[in-house]
């Protein structure tokens, strides 16, 4: 058996009292907890930033949280500094069992592109080692869970299923930042659309 579980950016600043919470974020992490146990192994992607990184709002002068920017020829939507390399807001959820968690993927490092997608930046151009480390292991398929459902699952799932993996994701397990109410319903449609299957944590 080879089920591998994706956790995706289960961070301090992702969940209540963080500088970027995402409503009930830390929700996920007792599902996260409950299921590893299902799992051949387990790995982790973890927003990295450094602190002058390109899409916070504090680096522009007249950068508002929500503005769109473009970023090295990429729209970039501002964000408040989160998850800065080293911070308590970047380090794991102290409640999420790592113990069994393989490799950690650290992402967003490049001050100059974002990066949602546990696999490649924004602009498709760096890889974060995620693909060659599932590859080497022989996983083809995956099950993806974390944070948040309208960013870093949507773009870790689109990019996992254009890698060819097939893919779970665990709709209790995901929770979504809803700038624009409906984001994260829309972002759970766009990976149905794309073939990912939609399961629940009770049917693993
Ligand atoms: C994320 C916004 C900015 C995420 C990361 O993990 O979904 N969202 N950085
Ligand atoms: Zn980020």
Redesign the pocket.
Known sequence: MNKTLVL??IQND?VSGGA?AVPQGELVVPIANRIMGRFDRIVATQ?WHPANHG?FASQYPEGQVGDFIDLNGIQQIL?PD??VQHSEGAAFVAELDMARVERVFQK?TDSGV?S?SGFFDNGHRLATGLDEFLTDAGVTGITVMG??TD???KATVLDALQLGYAVDVILEGVRG?EGQTGDAANAIEAMADAGANMVHAADL
């Open positions: 995706v950016d992702f970027l927003d899409s964000w989160h998850c967003g974002d949602y944070l948040a960013y870093c699952i930042v």
